[in-house]
């Protein structure tokens, strides 16, 4: 069974919104930190956003403040990314990841990985 796995991506229009699913099978999941990052074609895969195991604390990355929003549901083993007001050059692989240690979830120096979810936005 994949410790991540990411849902709700697809082809969207420039304005659009989308949520993003991420469904963990981690042991103790509600002791992870968990994160959103991308990568586009032809890039380096990039942080988009994170949440602290207790969802008190979250950050993101410049590109999406104010756009992109993560929440996590403890319960049920879920991270969320909703994305408005899509863009372009929001197109990309998204993934899924956690950790133990916060101060790894912005470098990307996590333990899980999921396989990834494509979201493509048209102009």
């Known amino acids: 069974q994949m410790p991540l796995v990411e849902s709700g991506g697809g082809l969207v229009q420039a304005g659009d919104s989308l949520r993003l699913s991420c469904a963990a099978s981690?042991?103790?999941?509600?002791?992870?930190?968990m994160g959103w990052f991308r990568q586009a074609l032809g890039k380096e895969r990039e942080f988009v956003a994170g949440?602290?195991?207790?969802?008190?604390?979250?950050e993101y990355d410049d590109s999406v403040k104010g756009r992109f929003f993560i929440s996590r549901d403890n319960v049920n083993n879920m991270v969320y990314l909703q994305m408005n007001n899509l863009k372009p050059e929001d197109t990309a692989i998204y993934y899924c990841?956690?950790?133990?240690?916060?101060?790894?979830?912005?470098?990307?120096?996590?333990?899980?990985w999921g396989q990834g979810t494509q979201v493509t936005v048209s102009s």
């Open positions: 990841t956690g950790d133990l240690n916060w101060g790894r979830i912005v470098p990307g120096a996590t333990e899980y």
């Open positions: 981690i042991p103790t999941f509600s002791d992870y930190n």
């Open positions: 949440i602290n195991w207790n969802g008190y604390h979250d």
